[in-house]
């Protein structure tokens, strides 16, 4: 990777020009341009203020890192670690918070990390083998075999999938082909769109929100997401309750 390439698309990506980047790593436009081109070697300190001042994820401020001849600051520590044993706690302690709403935790590429006993509701009649940690949540959400049969709203809450994956190149190819090529509505709200799903228990109006762990400094840690479905109207969160005191599905 060629740092100053590099760090000038991530730079324009964000849509800061030079001058907005060099106030915000605490340097001159002028300095921040001879880097760009070339002509000046940033230190160690200075590409990790430039990473931060363009709020890059951990795994691509040690990327850039890399590039600039640098080591990686960030550790990756496996999350079966016994240094992450605090972490698998919390993960456990905030899934059970959020019965009875559904809830799972997912790492960057949707991969299933762990879940709380109220998903069942929702992954219920899917495939066992598109189901539970190791799985993925997005391929289980498309998948004819998962979700999308009992997705009363398929084609729109499909393309809130999409537009979540297209940094996933070849799963998101996967996913494209279990989704009709159909135009959306108007009244398409893309990021803000509801699963609306049926259940044995009655519908379900679904809507998610995502929690990360913002002063995470481990890549591992820092790419952990917790998605959690939470009632959009008050008979949802009956029907919740309901299944709850059930048991679940069986």
């Avoid at 762990?114 to 998948?143: F, I, K, Q, S, W």
């Avoid at 228990?201 to 400094?217: D, I, K, P």
């Amino acid at each position: 990777m060629d740092f100053p390439q590099a760090l000038r698309e991530r730079r324009t990506s964000r849509r800061l020009s030079q001058l907005d980047l060099a106030a915000l790593a605490g340097t001159t436009q002028r300095h921040l341009s001879f880097i760009e081109s070339g002509r000046s070697v940033p230190g160690r300190g200075m590409v990790v203020r430039l990473a931060e001042s363009l709020d890059l994820p951990l795994r691509e401020r040690n990327e850039l890192l890399l590039a600039a001849g640098y080591a990686p600051v960030y550790p990756e520590t496996p999350l079966d670690g016994p240094s992450m044993a605090p972490v698998r706690a919390a993960i456990d302690h905030i899934l059970a918070g959020h019965l009875p709403y559904p809830a799972l935790v997912v790492d960057r590429r949707g991969d299933v990390i762990a879940v709380n006993e109220a998903l069942a509701v929702v992954t219920e009649g899917a495939d066992p083998r598109l189901v539970g940690p190791g799985t993925n949540a997005y391929r289980l959400a498309l998948h004819p075999d998962g979700l999308a049969p009992r997705i009363l709203n398929f084609v729109a809450w499909a393309r809130h999938v999409l537009e979540r994956t297209g940094h996933l190149r070849e799963l998101h190819e996967e996913l494209r082909s279990y989704v009709p090529e159909v135009e959306l509505s108007d009244q398409h709200l893309g990021f803000a769109v509801p699963l609306h799903l049926r259940t044995s228990f009655g519908e379900l109006h679904l809507m998610t929100t995502v929690t990360t762990f913002a002063t995470a400094v481990d890549i591992t840690l820092a790419e952990l997401k917790l998605e959690a479905f939470l009632p959009a109207d008050a008979e949802t969160a009956e029907v919740l309750l309901r299944a709850r005191g059930t048991g679940g599905p069986r």
